[in-house]
């Protein structure tokens, strides 16, 4: 019932915001009358902060058009080269000829945004490497005959994805990820597999969430299983077409990241209210152009959100050596031939440093000369993959990585 009043909600303060949208166009515009009452253009921002908070998001472009190979600027083009029900694989097609780059596939996380929160990653990646990523679905677009979606199938499509493009493929992960690629990449190497991955870097994710514990990890050993599917857990209401599909639904996400810095979230837009009362239209553009991203989240697959939580955050399946996949025990120490490095940032709050170091332990067998760790000083999260210290720090020693494997 949750989800079906967030939408009758959400419905119900539709004509509210057209109101309010066209009242603060008419407060605003240099030839309307009502623009020249006194603090008009402090009522009109308020009307557009009210609009900001109660519009839905859609899910953002990448918008990544060109990039810069060998000092010229080359098309790009988004194309998709694999479908499968809950996620398609995304090439970004460079026009220019480069056969010596290595093939890159980002495995994005499914954790309520989207694919193009790593935007920034891609845009740093693309010059010098041929660049595929996970575009993961929102589970409320998925009709319910198309099956259920669970950690199992999620290591099924990363080992489809990476078979896809063959061998000598390139696998980054990001975040939420780790766990499912590190499985997939020690299985394939076990198996033999020719498109076992070159390399695998890992990039702030929960490998041993028992390490230093932050407060999302500290919330998953709080509370039983059952209290997870019992609050976090609704049907998809109609007209979706994965009506009646079981979801963590993106709205309850967003609710637990904003708690997380709710001060900061409050201090934004009480300065996106003095930007647009001021008419400072750079400011507002850039505030808008982050929670657009931000604000844009998806619902994931009961059954896939409640098997991470429980082997990952509740009984660290990995890390105690337990994991298994459809029955089979998963062994990291049959990685040989891949290289490993694992990527860290200081000042996370979701992924604490030595969560994802953790991978070396488990890999026993990748030599000291085909494995290294960064640990990026002054940064959060998510300055781990976007931003100046992503593109001056962290994306050049990625890189150097990946050409010596």
């Known amino acids: 019932m949750m989800y079906f009043a967030h939408e009758i909600g959400r419905a119900a303060l539709k004509p509210i915001r057209i109101l309010t949208s066209a009242q603060s166009t008419l407060l605003q515009h240099p030839r309307s009358p009502l623009s020249k009452i006194p603090g008009a253009r402090s ?7 009210f609009g900001d908070l109660t519009r839905r998001y859609p899910k953002p472009a990448f918008n990544l058009n060109t990039t810069i190979c060998d000092g010229e600027q080359v098309d790009v083009n988004e194309a998709i080269v694999k ?34 929160l790593l935007r920034g990653t891609v845009e740093a990646m693309l010059p010098d490497h041929d660049v595929y990523i996970t575009d993961w679905r929102d589970a409320c677009q998925v009709p319910l005959s198309e099956g259920d979606f669970g950690l ?27 766990v499912a690629v590190l499985a997939a990449t020690a299985i394939m190497a076990e198996d033999g597999h020719p498109a076992a991955p070159r390399s695998l870097a890992l990039m702030s994710g929960p490998i041993d969430a028992r390490v230093d514990p932050t407060e999302p990890c500290k919330l998953a050993t709080k509370h039983k299983l059952s209290w ?15 009506a009646l599909r079981k979801v ?26 003095r930007s647009i009362r001021d008419d400072e239209a750079e400011k507002v553009s850039r505030h808008r ?18 098997d991470t939580i ?16 459809r029955g089979r025990l998963v062994n990291p120490a049959a990685i040989r031939d891949t290289a490993l490095m694992t990527i860290e940032g200081e000042k996370d709050d979701i992924s604490s440093p030595g969560q994802t170091h953790a991978a070396h332990d488990l890999c026993l067998n990748v030599p000291d000369s085909r494995r290294t760790h960064h640990l990026q000083p002054g940064v959060g999260h998510y300055g781990v993959f976007n931003g100046s210290a992503w593109r001056n720090d962290i994306s050049p020693r990625l890189k150097a990585f990946i050409r010596a494997a």
């Open 248 to 273: 963590y639904p993106g709205f309850l996400q967003l609710t637990g990241f904003v708690n997380m810095n709710f001060k900061r979230h409050v201090d934004a837009y009480r300065g996106l209210f």
């Open 289 to 306: 152009e982050f929670y657009d991203e931000y604000l844009a989240v998806m619902d994931l697959p009961a059954t896939y959100y409640l």
């Open 43 to 49: 009522i009109a921002s308020a009307y557009s902060v």
């Open 310 to 325: 429980q082997k990952v955050f509740q009984e660290f399946h990995l890390a105690r050596g337990c994991f298994k996949y």
């Open 152 to 178: 199992d199938d999620y290591i099924d499509y990363v080992i489809d994805f990476i078979s896809h493009l063959g061998p000598d493929t390139h696998v980054l992960a990001v975040c939420q990820p780790v």
């Open 83 to 116: 479908r499968k029900p809950f996620a398609q694989l995304k090439h970004f097609q460079r026009n220019v000829a480069r056969p010596d780059d290595p093939k890159l596939l980002i495995v994005a996380p499914l954790s309520g945004h989207y694919a193009s």
């Open 228 to 242: 997870f599917r019992r609050n976090l857990v609704h049907p998809v209401p109609a007209p979706y077409p994965g």
